[in-house]
């Protein structure tokens, strides 16, 4: 006779009659497993006890207790004989915070910096894959508070346009009949109609910013993507327009020309504003450049798998400081006479090499990680050779070295530091001049910790946000 | 019948016959053609403006500038530099200050990073919160910036040498440096050299002759204390009794500075603190994945065996890490070699910076000193690349 089924289901043990486990909490019994659990774990904890309790009085009467926050003048931080006072003196990097932030950007104009950099955080917030509850939190919270910040330090112009730049996605995403029935016109009275458009922005943009091209850009860009192309969701066309409306957006922001945006040339960029530029235009140079050496690598012509693994491999074998003299020393020895490349320019195409070279490793381990089935599976269902790249495998093998590619991302920015090197002014090259003004000598360490907290704040945010997105990467897909 | 088609019975036989320019492998090279001739082209046209850019700013070519007069001094060398030296004197001092910081710095980087890495898995929580701290730290900051902040903020501040910090009155930390003893030595000294490689030889018997009893009798000897004492003994006793060592150099204040003795200058002491200390972060961490990756199985079944604390992380558990440890520590020790260019930053006389700096500035020759200095990072990179492959596929798991 056999028994219903359920009866097979085993009983979970804790609902049987057991005693609950004794349960060892409080404070005493933690010491007991955590702190004192062996003789050499014992002498361990007191070991490093009296070490804190020797090194972190004076840190902290140092940075806080002795510190001088108040005041504006080296004065402050001096006793009444004229010597230096004992604790850190924050006053210097008080004083310093404009120029390490901005460089020597013009003060009337750091707004531009704020625009960008607000616009920047706004459109990555709408492409980057948050947790749902940061992300109806920084909604609520963040859009507005943004939205009100971009007004006040932009005002007008700026900020509509910022405004028009974030309400952008949603248009080309929207679910419209009307737009629907625009797209189905024919290819060329479309392509005419964007066409039209972008010369008009164009020459408006030429009459009001003396940027015509970027004009121009904008709008084809967004034409193309309003009548040619259809986005299934906001984020897909916000990453859209970040890959190609930003850039040429925040280069004509920056750079200006034109009667209502006075031309800041580039070495007048500095501080932190620099330190970001490189790193991001890095980041976003690199990465395409990255996949497409590492394919080139794994390609089945001698000569393009030759050139790649050469360049790589050469890249990776020598200091990155080599390869920036090399973009600023003997960069201009290549090109033809009186072609002068700008200082910041050179500096960007040593970092964006250096970094690709690296970045191609870690897509080639990725995409070694696919089992060659994937490729024969799509290539069974009549995918061409690069439709089976872009749809099936590129897609998996870069999720799988995210962790790989963020830490390329963080090394890229610690290595941006080194653009200090060749006369640039980023952060380090800021603080560096700074600690060295006759009136402030002597305030380096206050320097140097503010330039390195600033700096341990990103890399650590960028790795922790990359843990928290590999495990939830890992949870949703069983794969890999 | 030659290619494909259709026959007159209107069957197929073969693949359809392809138009020449799609066929794979025309294409191929056709591609393979044009990318090359883009790249030599690209090649020639910017040979070609660099020539003439050179011709114009009335700069010299070639490698005769190795011979010349240097005129620059070197505050630290490993052999003898002066002014008068030529360039390519300058750059074995500037080579070998580079292999000097970077030897030093992997010796400490390795110690300090195998503590970390341990020490983050304590169970011991204040020591694991620690080592979390300190690698956290410091990954997370540029190394150009740690830098500064040895050289600038800690090491420049320090007295002048008459007030130095004296250790035990022998060795010295001032501004100027760390000043140590230095010991005088007789001619004969190779023979402590020699006293060491012939205690390694016989380290190195003793090793295969104890791995050979252990396989067939099970019985184990303690070759690692023996070897060490193989290598070591005979040299230190020929150092003391063979009249090698005459005695020690004690510096001493003379005037402003130290006369006599050893002087490690201090862009040296903040070079080696900071990449020990940045490398160590990172080795740490590798040390920590490394043990991580080895299954709790494989320790609870030594545990049964009756292996005790030591023993399991001795026998069962580093051999296996070592598998997956060296591969990432050995890109760590390159990428120390490669940081310690930094060195350009505070002034250090290392490659780069005697090379690519000074000589370059003095000479003009970007292509040629610029070369040169990349070539001896990529010759010792892919040296040790090629080592490297060697020992993995020697180390990887047999499959049976």
Same mark, same amino acid.
């Given at each position: ?51 804190? =309790?020797? &090194? /972190?009085? %004076? !840190? $902290?009467?140092? #940075?806080?207790?002795? *510190? ?5 003048? +080296?004065? @402050? ?86 405004? =028009?730049? &974030? /309400?952008? %996605? !949603? $248009?080309?995403? #929207?679910?419209?009949? *009307? ?5 189905? +016109?024919? @290819? ?96 976003? #140079? ?195 | ?400």
């Amino acid at each position: 006779m056999i028994p219903p089924l359920r009866d097979h289901v085993p009983v979970p043990t804790s609902a049987r009659n057991l005693p609950p486990p004794v349960v060892r909490t409080g404070p005493w019994r933690w010491m007991r497993a955590n702190l004192f659990y062996s003789p050499w774990s014992t002498a361990a904890t007191l070991l490093f006890v009296a070490l804190f =309790a020797v &090194l /972190a009085p %004076p !840190l $902290l009467r140092w #940075a806080v207790l002795d *510190a001088t926050w108040a005041g504006g003048t +080296r004065d @402050a931080c001096l006793d009444a004989a004229g010597g230096l006072r004992p604790g850190a003196c924050w006053v210097f990097v008080k004083v310093r915070f404009g120029q390490l932030m901005y460089g020597f950007y013009p003060v009337a104009q750091r707004w531009r910096v704020d625009a960008v950099a607000l616009t920047l955080v706004l459109a990555l917030a709408a492409v980057l894959p948050w947790r749902p509850a940061v992300q109806r939190v920084a909604a609520l919270v963040g859009a507005p508070l943004a939205g009100a910040a971009l007004a006040w330090t932009a005002g007008g112009w700026t900020a509509a346009l910022a405004a =028009a730049y &974030l /309400a952008a %996605p !949603l $248009l080309l995403a #929207a679910d419209c009949e *009307a737009l629907d029935r625009v797209r189905q +016109r024919s @290819a060329l009275a479309r392509a005419a109609a964007v066409l039209a458009v972008a010369a008009a922005a164009g020459w408006a943009g030429s009459v009001l910013a003396g940027a015509p091209w970027a004009a121009a850009w904008c709008a084809l860009v967004l034409g193309a993507g309003v009548l040619g192309l259809r986005f299934r969701t906001v984020r897909a066309a916000a990453l859209y327009l970040l890959a190609l409306v930003f850039p040429v957006l925040a280069h004509a922001l920056l750079v200006g020309g034109g009667p209502a945006l006075p031309v800041v040339p580039t070495e007048q960029w500095g501080g932190l504003f620099l330190t970001l530029t490189i790193g991001l235009v890095g980041m976003g #140079a690199s990465l395409p450049l990255g996949i497409l050496l590492a394919l080139g690598r794994r390609s089945e012509l001698p000569v393009v798998r030759l050139t790649c693994i050469g360049f790589i491999e050469f890249i990776r074998g020598v200091p990155m400081i080599t390869v920036l003299f090399l973009a600023s020393v003997m960069l201009p020895l290549f090109l033809p006479e009186g072609v002068g490349i700008d200082k910041l320019l050179r500096a960007l195409i040593g970092v964006a090499l250096f970094s690709a070279a690296y970045m191609a490793e870690v897509v080639r381990g990725g995409l070694q990680a696919i089992p060659p089935g994937q490729r024969e599976a799509a290539e069974s269902l009549g995918l061409g050779r690069a439709a089976v790249m872009a749809l099936v495998i590129l897609p998996q093998a870069l999720r799988i070295v995210i962790p790989g590619i963020v830490n390329t991302f963080i090394g890229l920015l610690k290595d941006t530091s080194l653009v200090a090197v060749i006369g640039l002014l980023d952060l380090i090259g800021m603080i560096k001049t700074a600690t060295s003004d006759p009136n402030w000598l002597g305030f380096a360490s206050e320097g140097y910790v503010f330039v390195g907290l600033v700096f341990w704040v990103l890399c650590y945010g960028m790795a922790r946000y990359s843990l928290s997105l590999e495990q939830r990467l890992r949870t949703g897909a069983p794969s890999s | 019948m030659a290619g494909g088609g259709v026959d007159d019975r209107g069957v197929s036989q073969g693949p359809p016959r392809e138009p020449v320019w799609t066929a794979r492998r025309v294409r191929a090279l056709a591609i393979q053609g044009v990318i090359l001739a883009v790249l030599l082209g690209l090649l020639a046209w910017g040979i070609d403006n660099a020539i003439h850019n050179l011709q114009k700013a009335g700069i010299a070519s070639g490698f005769r500038f190795l011979g010349n007069r240097a005129g620059f001094d070197i505050n630290f060398r490993l052999i003898d530099y002066s002014p008068a030296s030529t360039y390519g004197r300058a750059f074995v001092v500037g080579a070998l200050n580079t292999l000097t910081v970077s030897l030093l710095g992997i010796a400490a980087a390795t110690v300090l990073g195998f503590l970390l890495g341990v020490g983050r898995l304590s169970r011991n929580w204040l020591v694991a919160r620690t080592a979390a701290g300190v690698i956290e730290t410091v990954r997370n900051m540029p190394l150009l910036l740690q830098l500064l902040f040895w050289y600038t903020a800690v090491l420049a501040p320090l007295p002048r040498p008459r007030d130095a910090f004296s250790l035990g009155g022998v060795a010295f930390l001032s501004n100027r440096g760390l000043t140590v003893p230095r010991p005088l030595t007789a001619d004969t000294v190779w023979m402590v050299g020699a006293a060491a490689v012939l205690g390694a030889a016989a380290a190195l018997g003793l090793a295969l002759w104890a791995a050979r009893r252990m396989r067939l009798t099970g019985r184990r000897l303690p070759v690692g204390w023996a070897g060490l004492a193989l290598v070591t003994l005979p040299a230190a006793a020929t150092l003391a009794w063979g009249g090698v060592l005459l005695g020690w150099e004690v510096p001493v204040l003379k005037g402003f500075n130290f006369a006599g003795g050893l002087t490690l200058v201090p862009e040296l002491l903040a070079l080696w603190l900071a990449l020990t200390l940045y490398s160590g972060a990172f080795i740490g961490e590798t040390v920590r994945a490394g043990i991580l990756s080895v299954p709790q199985g494989q320790v609870e079944a030594a545990r049964a065996l009756g292996l005790g604390p030591a023993g399991v992380l001795r026998l069962v558990v580093l051999p296996q890490a070592m598998r997956v440890i060296i591969p990432p520590m050995t890109s760590q020790y390159l990428n120390l070699l490669k940081n310690s260019s930094l060195a350009v930053v505070i002034g250090f006389p290392d490659m780069v910076s005697v090379f690519s700096g000074t000589t370059l500035n003095q000479t003009g020759q970007a292509i040629e000193t610029i070369g040169m200095t990349m070539l001896v990072y990529l010759a010792i990179s892919l040296a040790i690349s090629a080592a490297m492959n060697l020992y993995n596929r020697k180390m990887a798991i047999v499959r049976r």
